[in-house]
């Protein structure tokens, strides 16, 4: 078998398309617990795991991320994962992590996917225990990510550039490509760390790409990527860009820091928000525009959507996704026995549709206190 190109070489001779949402879909499916929102599926359930990494296989994806977000072990221990008494031994990082090293690694060569593995916050540096002890927690981590020899390692979900800065150093020494997303919008960081600087930090850190994930809708994490392409241009610098927004409409959050997670329907009534997969298509071809090169989605992404979003870049990316001989899009209408159905077989009717909730006590947007 040739060997995989590595990130890097797929991102500068076209685009890679990531997965979708994790915690949030395991979470719908039965796997994860909401409010800790951990991983440990990962070792107690891993059929569940294997089974949405094929999907986003299938769907188009060319990343399969590891199922290692909130999995430090200080992050487990605050949620009481490593003392759950319900379980015949407790749960650590290193252990989730291997795991789910394993169910990545084993779907990506079921096609042609590389392996990320991926770092998120730790409570250590919200409690200011300091650059040494946090960086400690992502080391346990990557750890593991170096005895199974991930493809490129990925750092996600940041609310500050400082432990963002702190990750990218730790995931730097496994010599692999690495890339980091914060959870930003076009206000900056917890710390009024514009986008633009925000972007050159990572970029001077090591990151090889950058960019933002999760909280916020694909609008205002395009708005927000190009203040962030925009500062590494006036640094004269080189990174490239990732974008992968929360699949849920979220006009009324604004910029309020706490993102989609500020609205009163989270995380529990979040499906009347969600894109449709035109939203996502129109989504895709934006940040291509944008000069965006590494595009996914995160919370509320659906296999479906990464569907939609491989499809429309097809010709980008000189090839379909594998799942596209289940998918003739809005020319499967035309065999439609119903004609009603059958005369919506054209993209201009789903182009120009203004989806409706199918509810009489909908609200367009909700009210939020100020942040």
Not at 35 to 46: H, K, S, W
Not at 182 to 210: E, F, H, L, N, Q
Request: with cysteine; glycine share 8%.
């Amino acid at each position: 078998m040739a060997s995989k190109k590595n990130l890097l070489e797929r991102l500068e001779s076209g685009l890679v398309i990531g997965d979708g949402s994790f915690v949030f879909t395991m979470e719908k499916r039965g796997y994860v617990a909401a409010g800790p929102f951990t991983p440990e599926a990962a070792v107690l359930y891993p059929d569940a795991v294997r089974q949405l990494h094929r999907e986003y296989l299938r769907a188009g994806s060319d990343v399969m991320q590891t199922f290692t977000f909130y999995s430090s072990d200080d992050k487990l221990q605050f949620q009481g994962v490593s003392e759950d008494k319900h379980r015949s031994h407790a749960l650590t990082s290193a252990e989730i992590n291997d795991s789910a090293c394993d169910l990545a690694r084993e779907v990506a060569n079921e096609g042609d996917a590389l392996v990320a593995g991926g770092l998120s916050p730790v409570p250590s540096y919200r409690e200011g225990k300091g650059k040494e002890f946090v960086q400690e927690e992502f080391r346990k981590q990557c750890k593991v990510f170096r005895e199974k020899d991930v493809d490129f390692l990925i750092g996600e979900f940041f609310a500050s550039v400082e432990e963002a800065e702190w990750a990218i150093e730790v995931m730097k020494e496994l010599k692999k490509p690495v890339a980091c997303t914060m959870r930003i919008c076009t206000r900056g960081d917890w710390k009024d760390v514009k986008p633009g600087d925000c972007a050159v930090r990572m970029a001077k850190a090591g990151a090889d790409v950058v960019g933002v994930n999760c909280c916020y809708e694909p609008n205002m994490c395009l708005e927000t990527m190009a203040l962030m392409k925009a500062g590494l241009d006036a640094a004269g610098l080189k990174a490239h860009l990732i974008a992968q927004p929360v699949g849920f409409h979220t006009e009324e959050i604004g910029t309020n820091l706490s993102g989609y997670a500020a609205l009163p329907d989270y995380p529990f009534a979040m499906e009347t928000r969600m894109i449709n997969r035109f939203d996502a298509q129109k989504f895709a071809r934006k940040a291509y525009e944008l000069g965006v090169r590494y595009i996914g989605g995160c919370c509320g992404f659906e296999p479906y959507h990464i569907r939609a979003m491989a499809e429309e870049l097809a010709q980008e990316r000189g090839k379909t996704p594998p799942g596209a001989d289940m998918s003739p899009g809005v020319d499967g209408l035309k065999v439609s026995v119903m004609d009603y159905v059958a005369a919506r077989a054209n993209k201009e009717y789903w182009a120009n549709l203004i989806p409706a909730a199918g509810r009489k006590d909908a609200k367009n947007l909700s009210e939020l206190p100020r942040d």
